[in-house]
């Protein structure tokens, strides 16, 4: 009886669920995980899906391009601070201003409103503005209902399945600028490099992946209807081939039928690290890596978070030869290889400005040669020549001289001669005339030519005359001049503008000096403003020890991104640091220094909004993938100096920073250094001369000795930390990590070592440009040891070691400074 119940219930429960079996086996049958995304899902700004170990994001991210804020829907690595993309969304902008508008603007946009919302249905992925009208889908053919889930891949393939678990579409068959582990090519894709750094629209780069299974690189600018390889993996074949990248990081070409190797493209080493492989908006290919179990975010930077494994070409300065136009740098400018880095210089006395093309342009500081009869070119007296080696523009000559008798004198010669002629170009007994405007300029050891640039002689004023022109006219001027001051109506003018210049500067003085001027620059921000500003605060840039700092946009200006600190600890110390920063940086102002914007004091929420730095921080810049050249790093130490001399020195409260290092010291758009953080710093009362350690403060590294001594502190500090900060600008190497590799010496040790044994060149070993102005290197290194001496009393102040790196005041021979151990260092640290 109780056997019977049993089966006639189970029966009875059989035919309930029996309608739903369909659907509960093609739910199986899908693939569809618990971590897929499952259809009428919708995505909204600050929203994301993610994928199931949290490397890869898919969702709405905020960018600054072109000076323009806009949305992308992209694929990110969400754990790296700077949120690296490596796929984003591009669809064709319709235009109503007819066909011409629309093909000579770029056809290929990536923005899209803020308030956009992404859906996933049963025919795909789809993006509607915020009225409701669809701006772009995936699959473009979505005419048939195939879609039955979604998933963001550990690979960072975003994917569309249909109920058999088959990729509908996938965001690898639509690749943009960067190549992932796990992507295999079969047919022909293109990848195309971004406009720059900070634009996400179609550069003049392109990497292909062809029907021939030939990999290529190609100079296409949207502009011309032809392109230029100029590096290619040379694997052109009838057989089939794939071209392959795993997870070690390893790219290679390999037959489809035999499966052999062809062709080893990339190798990136282990499957300890991410790779990524992206055609960069200089043109170059790099393979980058991170280490998997590396999550330092402090401080970190895209350079040193992620490392450039391998590039390609090796020297593209030299690989591109276009007939018309630049491909590298602008006109007028040369391309130099540095590390493997293209960059663009100007000769001397020519300025560089950024041409709409993105590319580098210099422009001479002088009337170009005209060939009219008043021109400084006509008066061989006024002409003089500037030598060049290894440098060539190649493609800008209008006449070329051969002869057994020519050299480099009468190439110049012949130079001169010619009213025309800009430029000269010798080598191989051959002389080459050029006019402006020069392209496809290139410097380098391989080059083995002489550019003789024509330029006018010191005194040469704008309008093309100078010091040896007609003195009828200089007579003129002097007469001029005797009778206006022979005349009492004129002296009583000058009288009267002397008042009204004094009278202004005084008030413009006692403005400067005005305790409300801060309330007048400072803006007050609320929390919830400055939380839309950086999306929900995800946007991390680096951690200090106040707070952290992200990247935001506001709204009351959307063309620049703010940096907005974010105080983390509001502890009784906190806070007064924070009254301190937000009343004394409001008054402080100077080039070097990252200056305030605004504030939120809101509840227990305390920010900071600071003016944005395009090129991060020192540290970033000197300890990254390339060095910087050595008179723009000369230029750098010789900033920070100022902005430590005005603190120190010129502003209205006295600043002693207590933290000077080269995290501190960001670089804006120019690459001037701006030193940062000075705010929290202790300050000094105008009345006080000293203040008493109230706490260990700084960097380990950066310390001055009077830190770990019960003594005074004072500015000499910070001249300490800039001595260090000095060494490692002349070494390009961080203190931090010399001692972390080095058991016996610091980098103090060393400097000091190399300077007494007269080998200073050890110190920019590899650094051709600064090997050739060796003076001004050891002059440098004889300042970095007077500011680290262990004495305060025997280091200079920051205003003297301003002087002496101008040049203004003599170095003398610095006095060996007191050498400190790790150990020692430790031990005083831990009393």
């Not at 059989?14 to 659907?23: A, V």
């Not at 944005?612 to 921080?617: A, F, H, I, R, T």
Request: glycine share 6%; net charge neutral.
């Amino acid at each position: 009886m109780a056997s019977s119940t049993f089966l006639h219930s189970y029966s009875l429960l059989l035919l309930i669920i029996l309608p739903f079996l369909p659907s509960v086996f093609s739910a199986t049958s899908s693939n569809c995980s618990a971590n897929s995304i499952h259809l009428n899902s919708t995505l909204v700004t600050n929203h994301t899906w993610n994928s199931p170990s949290g490397l890869f994001a898919f969702g709405f991210q905020n960018v600054l391009s072109n000076k323009e804020f806009m949305s992308v829907l992209a694929v990110w690595f969400p754990k790296d601070p700077h949120r690296t993309i490596v796929w984003y969304a591009k669809y064709k902008q319709t235009s109503d201003l007819g066909t011409m508008h629309a093909v000579s603007s770029m056809q290929k946009s990536l923005a899209f409103p803020s308030d956009s919302t992404v859906k996933l249905t049963n025919k795909g992925i789809v993006l509607y503005d915020q009225n409701g009208q669809e701006m772009w889908h995936r699959p473009k053919n979505n005419s048939i209902a195939l879609v039955r889930c979604a998933s963001m891949l550990d690979s960072g393939n975003f994917v569309l399945l249909d109920e058999t678990g088959k990729h509908v579409w996938e965001s690898f068959e639509e690749p943009t600028d960067t190549f992932l582990p796990g992507q295999i090519l079969a047919k022909p894709k293109s990848f195309r490099a971004r406009h720059s750094n900070t634009s996400f629209y179609d550069g003049s780069f392109e990497l292909a992946w062809q029907s021939d299974y030939n990999f290529v690189l190609y100079y296409s600018p949207q502009s011309s209807v032809t392109r230029e390889a100029y590096w290619a993996t040379q694997t052109n074949s009838y057989d089939e081939s794939l071209l392959v990248f795993n997870e070690s990081g390893h790219m290679y070409i390999k037959r489809s039928n035999t499966g052999k190797v062809i062709r080893e493209v990339l190798y990136g080493g282990s499957e300890e690290f991410l790779y990524m492989a992206r055609i960069d908006p200089d043109g170059l290919f790099r393979l980058y890596r991170h280490r998997k179990d590396d999550d330092t975010i402090a401080d970190s930077c895209s350079s040193g978070w992620w490392s450039v494994v391998d590039r390609y070409p090796k020297d593209i300065c030299l690989s591109i030869t276009m007939q018309t136009g630049n491909a590298i740098c602008g006109y007028n400018s040369y391309c130099i290889t540095i590390n493997g880095n293209p960059s663009c210089e100007c000769p001397d006395i020519f300025s560089s400005f950024d041409h709409d093309n993105n590319l580098k342009t210099c422009r001479p500081d002088f009337p170009l040669p005209s060939c009219n009869k008043d021109g400084w070119e006509q008066n061989k007296d006024l002409v003089d020549f500037k030598e060049y080696q290894n440098l060539d523009w190649p493609l800008s000559d209008y006449d070329k001289l051969v002869g057994t008798a020519m050299d480099k004198d009468m190439c110049r010669q012949k130079c001169l001669e010619d009213c025309f002629c800009a430029v000269a170009i010798y080598g191989e007994g051959q002389c080459w005339k050029k006019k402006y405007p020069l392209s496809n300029g290139r410097k380098h050891p391989n080059v083995t030519r002489i550019a003789l640039v024509k330029i006018p002689k010191t005194g040469l004023n704008k309008d093309g005359t100078g010091s040896l022109g007609n003195g009828r006219e200089q007579s003129t001027i002097v007469l001029v001049i005797s009778i206006l001051l022979g005349s009492s109506v004129f002296l009583n003018v000058i009288l009267l503008v002397a008042l009204f210049a004094a009278f202004y500067i005084f008030y413009h003085k006692k403005l400067l000096n005005s305790p409300n001027l801060s309330a007048a620059t400072i803006r007050y921000y609320t929390y919830k403003e400055l939380e839309e500003a950086t999306t929900g605060f995800k946007q991390m840039l680096g951690r200090g020890a106040f707070g952290t700092v992200y990247k935001g946009v506001l709204k009351s200006d959307t063309s620049r991104y703010v940096a907005v600190k974010r105080l983390d600890k509001v502890v009784q110390e906190g806070e007064k640091e924070f009254k301190t920063e937000v009343s004394v940086i409001g008054q402080t102002h100077h080039r070097n220094l990252v200056r305030l914007l605004g504030y939120c004091d809101e509840e227990e929420h305390r920010l900071l909004v600071y003016e944005y730095m395009n090129n991060g921080s020192l540290a970033c810049f000197l300890f990254g993938i390339s060095r910087p050249h050595w008179n723009q790093r000369v230029q750098i130490a010789l900033g920070i100096a100022r902005g430590l001399t005005y603190l120190h020195e010129e502003c209205s409260t006295q600043i002693i920073h207590c933290d000077i290092k080269p995290q501190n010291i960001l670089l804006d758009e120019l690459f001037t250094p701006r030193i940062a953080d000075f705010g929290l710093a202790k300050l000094l009362l105008a009345e006080q001369s000293k203040a008493t350690k109230t706490g260990l403060r700084g960097t380990v590294g950066y310390f001055a000795p009077e830190w770990f001594r019960k003594a005074s502190i004072t500015t000499k500090v910070d001249v300490y930390s800039f001595g260090v900060v000095l060494l490692e600008i002349i070494c390009c190497k961080s203190s931090v990590s010399f001692a972390m590799a080095s058991e016996e010496e610091t980098l103090i040790d060393w400097a000091y070592r190399c300077y007494s044994q007269g080998k200073v060149a050890k110190l920019v070993e590899n650094d051709e440009e600064a090997k050739k102005d060796i003076k001004r290197v050891e002059k440098h290194v004889m300042v970095a040891i007077w500011c680290i001496q262990e004495d305060p009393s025997l280091r200079p102040s920051m205003k003297k070691v301003t002087q002496m790196l101008e040049g203004v005041t003599t170095v003398s021979l610095p006095p060996r400074p007191a050498i400190f151990s790790s150990s020692s260092f430790e031990t005083s640290f831990t009393l």
